[in-house]
């Protein structure tokens, strides 16, 4: 069977390994290097990772596994009849063809947003951590795991971040969590200002809707856009994601998406993990194995400069501490997911508990 793949993230990376022993495997990706570690961005921009860390598999390993990788290449539309993925350096015929196209970031434009870093590539980490070394100074906007994991690596390296949300929350969780993983990062120099409508850029401010504060270097880090645009000029059914059920099936027959893009009953699951096991999913339902994606039950790993957190499984309104570092919510007397601070063994094991009990 001949299986292309748009992306060369961990998603499309992931699914390549699942199949390549078995199909002919292609992968279509527009970047000019090799599948890089994204998780690991911000610990090269801290200084904390050697560039060549980020880069577990050089083009010579894709060609021991027999995957055909097309660097520097764009898909431009998809001609699902014909079952053709048209690029800019030719098109390609697929038995299976599986989107794995990934996000952007989301921009914010405010007046003097032309300012503002983001940090999604190599290219725009290579950027921003010029700037930091530059200034050693970094503001945040967005108080998500990303920010919050750049905050956690660069205060570590001594240089002074702030970071600015909208929300008086951070990472959607609740006011003690929020409260506990500040309380964390305010231990190596972070300020916060949550609850802030961000106004403008002017000269090195951010102005908000309380107060003026000073940022040499913005990066903007407040979510992500599913990149769609290929499904889209394609005829694919798309929301914010394209549009899947459990088993990544789209609306056009032999046309899979995963990953960052996907989306399923408005869940997009925008981690490394989630794009990996839902390669892995898919690669099962290839190989006619039935599988199917649990979109509702987050897995969900970080680590804030040196602080873990786990986020496992349903967070309802109804939370308890069980100890100190283990918050639990219930659904109709039943936990149904927990947040592990710190201990990222003890989590593992509820995963596997509340998984076996679904
Ligand atoms: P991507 O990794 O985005 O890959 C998609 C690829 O498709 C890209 O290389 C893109 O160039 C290519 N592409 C898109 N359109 C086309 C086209 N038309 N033609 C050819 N190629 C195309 N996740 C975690 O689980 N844990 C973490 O701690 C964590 N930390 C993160 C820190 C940072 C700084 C960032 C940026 C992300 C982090 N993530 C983390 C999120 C994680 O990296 C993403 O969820 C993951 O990369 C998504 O994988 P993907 O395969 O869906 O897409």
Redesign the pocket.
């Known amino acids: 069977m001949k299986v292309v793949i748009?992306?060369?993230?961990?998603?499309?990376?992931e699914l390549a390994k699942q199949l390549s022993e078995e199909h002919e495997v292609t992968i279509?990706?527009?970047?000019t290097v090799p599948y890089y570690?994204?998780?690991?961005?911000?610990h090269y921009v801290a200084g904390l990772a050697e560039e060549k860390s980020l880069f577990p598999y050089p083009i010579d390993w894709y060609e021991k596994k027999g995957i055909k990788l097309l660097l520097g290449?764009?898909?431009?539309r998809i001609d699902a009849e014909k079952k053709v993925l048209e690029?800019d350096r030719g098109n390609f015929e697929y038995d299976v063809l599986v989107l794995?196209?990934?996000?952007k970031?989301r921009a914010l434009k405010i007046p003097g947003w032309e300012r503002m870093y983001t940090?999604?590539?190599i290219k725009d980490?290579k950027r921003l951590k010029e700037a930091v070394e530059r200034e050693k100074d970094l503001l945040i906007i967005g108080g998500g795991?990303?920010g919050l994991?750049?905050a956690g690596n660069l205060s570590k390296r001594g240089i002074k971040v702030r970071v600015v949300e909208k929300m008086t929350r951070l990472m959607g969780l609740d006011e003690e969590l929020t409260e506990r993983i500040k309380g964390e990062l305010e231990k190596h120099g972070v300020e916060f200002y949550l609850g802030r409508d961000v106004e403008r850029i002017e000269n090195d401010v951010l102005v908000t809707d309380k107060e003026e504060i000073p940022a040499r270097v913005i990066l903007c880090s407040i979510g992500?856009v599913p990149?769609v645009?290929?499904a889209k000029e394609s005829g694919l059914d798309v929301n914010k994601g394209i549009l899947v059920d459990k088993t990544f099936r789209t609306s056009k027959p032999d046309i899979y998406a995963?990953?960052?893009?996907?989306e399923h009953e408005g869940i997009i699951?925008?981690?490394?993990?989630?794009?990996m096991a839902?390669a892995k999913v898919l690669a099962n339902t290839l190989k006619g194995i039935p599988d199917e994606y649990d979109f509702h039950f987050r897995s969900?790993?970080?680590?804030f400069g040196d602080f873990p957190i786990a986020i496992v499984g349903e967070l309802t309104d109804r939370g308890e501490w069980i100890d100190s570092e283990t918050k639990s919510f219930y659904r109709d007397e039943k936990i149904v997911g927990v947040v592990v601070l710190s201990d990222v063994r003890k989590a593992r094991e509820w995963e596997e508990r509340l998984r076996s009990t679904r």
Request: include cysteine.
């Open positions: 748009v992306g060369n993230g961990p998603g499309g990376v279509v990706e527009r970047e570690t994204k998780p690991m961005l911000s290449t764009t898909a431009k690029t794995a196209t990934g996000a970031p940090l999604r590539t980490a795991f990303i994991e750049i992500i990149e645009s290929l995963i990953g960052d893009c996907a699951c925008g981690t490394a993990k989630a794009a839902h969900s790993y970080f680590k």
